[in-house]
Structures are given as structure tokens and as C-alpha cells.
């Protein structure tokens, strides 16, 4: 393949990459890896949250996305709110001078069109519209790939989100709710697609075709700093107070039944809620996964008999990994997931962790367990070929010029 010009193709990644969130980091480890088969020459660089790690694990030069260190600190002092202020300023520029070095920027997955967590509308919702602004300006196509959505109440967030969304060149989403919430904005769809999640691409763990007989084997409870959504922030410390009771509650009776429990995280930040469970239950069969990627967090799913997890790249891993998964869920997407994988009736709400009921269920999951593997490998297929399709029609949106003339073609 020869790129236009006979130059290399300059491709930006953007979004909130390297900052301690595996699900944005494995959706751009799946992209990485398709930019790389499909066009080797490109030149490939980001604009991020956390340069540094995406340099050292990835292999790409990275430059910081704000300009202001203490973007997502709350400014209390004079001094931190004209330095947030100025960096609004001085971020218009950087990422119009960034987006014009390239030739397209992919915004690789991640929630970057919704609000179910804590939101403000002058961090991300607004880096992310100057770059799909800057993209419009200096003609670079901006793609949003495989990108999550959903309503938004915020009207300065729902207007900057919506606006992002217009001016992109291309747009893909995770889930039917994704797009249905943008055309609920106001946003022309029709031709935008819908395929799984870009996590889908990671190579699966191996995982033995029968379960080995014996004593029960471990099981990974996925936890999460939960303080609620956007527009929970009246009663987060409840919200949260009730979660992790809830949660820890449930740990305690596994590990009463002299189960081995796995906490997983998602999010550096998810850490705080395993100290508090491993203090409390304070047992030997409780441990904390070291997991740092959405590969070893398979890894650690594929070797459970069971996941109950909160985190959505917590239950895409399970899931992926083809372990039976029973989501707490906190939004429309953990739903629309479960669903999409036959495991909809294994949800319960992490709003209101009800222990009790939490067991009842999780033991549904483990009676149904052999069925519930062979739906998995099952949608785990289907999944695999739908993205599959779906990366091979981005790869031609994106480099239309490096694909094989008919005189090349074998």
C-alpha cells in the first residue's frame, strides 16, 4: 500500500488516554492495533490525558491535552480559576495547531458523548469540541469511533456534546442507545453505524472447552469509586455510602462461604473502594487483582466461575472472556450490554445494592452457569464478525488512499 503523495499518513488519537481508565486505554489499544495492520506507514501520535503512559505503552509521542495541569481539580483560590480560565484560551490554539499536523484524528471509543458519571461542562465536553471545531476549520477529518452516548440534562454540556457530534466526519457508536441519543438531540444519524465495543478486538483469553471438576474456583467482584451520575451530585455521598455497603456486605457473605474473591478495578481512582472492602471484611480469601489492562483483566475473568462487576469495561472483559457476568449496573449501556450478550436478566441496580438480593441472583448466575458459557461463545462470535466488518469500512473511510488500485490488487 502507497499512501497519497508518497508520504505517510499523519493519524491523531485524542481523549482521556493513559489516565488510569483500562477501558479507555484497551478501546485505544484495539484501534492502535487495526491503524497499524491497515496502513503500517501512518505516523501516529495523541493528544491526551496521560502522555507519559501512552508513550511508554504504546509506542506513540503524546502531547498533554490541557495546558493547565489542574484542568480536573475543583478551583477554589483566585489563582486556580484564572489559570483554568487562561487554559481555555490557550487550549483553542493548541488543538487547532495539533489537529492541523494530521491528516485524520480518531477519538478511539470511551463515553465521550454522555454524562452518566460526574461531568463538567468546560473539561472534556468542551476539549473535545474544540477539537471536532478545529477538525471542521482545517478540514482534518475528525472520527469518533465506537464512541458512547446517552442523555444529557446539563444544557451547557448537551450543547457542546451535540456540536461535537455535528462536526465530526464520521461517527460510529457502541450501542443502539448511543444513537438514539444524539438523533434525540438533534443530531442527523441516518448514516451512522452501530457495532459492538471496540474492546471486542482484543484477543480473547483461552479458556478450557468444560470447567474442571473439583471445589468452587474464585470469584471477581468488579468495584467502583460510585458516587452516582451527572445529575446526582445532591446525594452522591448516599449513593456511594450504599453501593459500597452494599457491595461489601456481599464480599463478606462470598468470602463467609469460604470463597476466594478477586476485586478488579477499572479507574485508578476505583483503589479507595478496595482498601475500604479489604478492611472491612479483613479475610484471606479476599484479594486485590493488580490487573493494569484490559487484557489482564480478562485474564483474571477467564480464571473465575463467576464475575459480578460494576464498571462497563469491567463487564465487557468478563463477558469477552465468556464467564458468566452478573452487572450492577449504574446505566442504560451496562443494560443495553447484558442484553446484547443474553445475560439481561443477570442486572442489578448499584444504586441500591440490596445484598441479600445480590446473592440470590448471584446464584441463579452459577446454577445456569454451563448454558450461560455457551451463549457466550456464542454472541462472542457474532460480536467478533461484526466488528471485524465494521473496522474493515473504517479502514477505507480513513485511508482511501492507501488501499490497493485494481492494478495492484493480487
Known amino acids: 500500500m502507497t499512501p497519497a503523495g508518497g508520504k505517510p499518513v499523519r493519524v491523531g488519537v485524542f481523549g482521556l488516554l493513559g489516565s488510569g481508565n483500562l477501558?479507555?486505554?484497551?478501546?485505544?489499544?484495539?484501534?492502535?492495533?487495526?491503524?497499524?495492520?491497515?496502513c503500517p506507514e501512518a505516523v501516529v501520535d495523541a493528544l491526551c490525558g496521560g502522555p507519559e503512559t501512552v508513550t511508554a505503552r504504546y509506542g506513540v509521542p503524546a502531547t498533554r491535552l490541557h495546558w493547565y495541569r489542574g484542568e480536573y481539580r475543583t478551583a477554589s483560590r483566585a489563582g486556580a480559576v484564572a489559570g483554568k480560565g487562561l487554559g481555555k484560551l490557550v487550549d483553542a490554539v493548541r488543538t487547532a495547531a495539533w489537529v492541523r499536523r494530521h491528516d485524520v484524528v480518531v477519538v478511539p471509543g470511551m463515553g465521550v458523548l454522555e454524562a452518566t458519571l460526574p461531568l463538567r461542562p468546560w473539561g472534556f465536553p468542551y476539549a473535545l469540541f474544540l477539537l471536532c471545531a478545529s477538525g471542521r476549520l482545517l478540514r482534518t477529518p475528525v472520527a469518533l469511533v465506537g464512541v458512547g452516548a446517552g442523555p444529557i440534562a446539563d444544557?451547557?454540556?448537551?450543547?457542546?456534546?451535540?456540536?461535537?457530534?455535528?462536526?465530526?466526519?464520521?461517527?460510529?457508536?457502541?450501542?443502539?442507545?448511543?444513537?438514539?441519543?444524539?438523533?434525540?438531540?438533534?443530531?442527523?444519524?441516518?448514516?451512522?453505524?452501530?457495532?459492538?465495543?471496540?474492546?471486542?478486538?482484543?484477543p480473547a483469553p483461552a479458556v478450557p472447552a468444560e470447567r474442571p471438576a473439583g471445589p468452587p474456583g474464585p470469584v471477581c467482584v468488579g468495584v467502583m469509586d460510585f458516587h452516582g451520575g451527572n445529575d446526582d451530585r445532591a446525594r452522591a455521598e448516599e449513593i456511594h455510602r450504599r453501593y459500597l455497603d452494599g457491595t461489601t456486605r456481599f464480599v463478606r457473605a462470598l468470602a463467609a462461604e469460604g470463597r476466594r474473591v478477586r476485586l478488579l478495578t477499572g479507574d485508578a481512582c476505583d483503589a479507595r473502594v478496595v482498601d475500604a472492602i479489604l478492611d472491612a471484611v479483613d479475610s484471606p480469601l479476599?484479594?486485590?487483582?493488580?490487573?493494569?489492562?484490559?487484557?489482564?483483566l480478562m485474564e483474571e475473568a477467564a480464571a473465575a466461575d463467576a464475575v459480578v462487576a460494576t464498571r462497563y469495561h469491567n463487564l465487557v472483559c468478563a463477558l469477552r472472556a465468556g464467564t458468566p457476568t452478573l452487572a450492577l449496573s449504574y446505566a442504560a449501556k451496562s443494560d443495553a450490554l447484558m442484553a446484547g450478550m443474553g445475560l439481561g436478566a443477570y442486572r442489578h441496580p448499584a444504586r441500591e445494592v440490596d445484598a441479600d438480593r445480590l446473592m440470590e441472583q448471584f446464584r441463579e448466575l452459577e446454577?445456569?452457569?454451563?448454558?450461560?458459557?455457551?451463549?457466550?461463545?456464542?454472541?462472542?462470535?457474532?460480536?467478533?464478525?461484526?466488528?471485524?466488518?465494521?473496522?474493515?469500512?473504517?479502514?477505507?473511510?480513513?485511508f482511501p488512499h492507501t488501499l490497493p488500485t485494481p492494478r495492484e490488487a493480487p
Do not use: Q
Not at 286 to 296: D, I
Open 23 to 38: 477501558g479507555n486505554d484497551g478501546s485505544l489499544e484495539a484501534v492502535l492495533g487495526r491503524l497499524r495492520a491497515a
Open 155 to 202: 444544557r451547557p454540556t448537551r450543547a457542546l456534546v451535540r456540536w461535537s457530534a455535528r462536526l465530526a466526519a464520521y461517527r460510529s457508536y457502541r450501542d443502539e442507545l448511543s444513537r438514539d441519543a444524539l438523533r434525540a438531540m438533534g443530531v442527523d444519524t441516518a448514516g451512522d453505524a452501530v457495532h459492538p465495543d471496540l474492546a471486542f478486538a482484543l
Open 286 to 296: 479476599v484479594t486485590a487483582s493488580g490487573a493494569a489492562s484490559l487484557a489482564e
Open 367 to 398: 446454577k445456569d452457569a454451563a448454558g450461560l458459557r455457551r451463549t457466550l461463545a456464542e454472541r462472542n462470535r457474532s460480536a467478533a464478525r461484526r466488528l471485524d466488518a465494521h473496522l474493515a469500512a473504517l479502514t477505507a473511510f480513513l
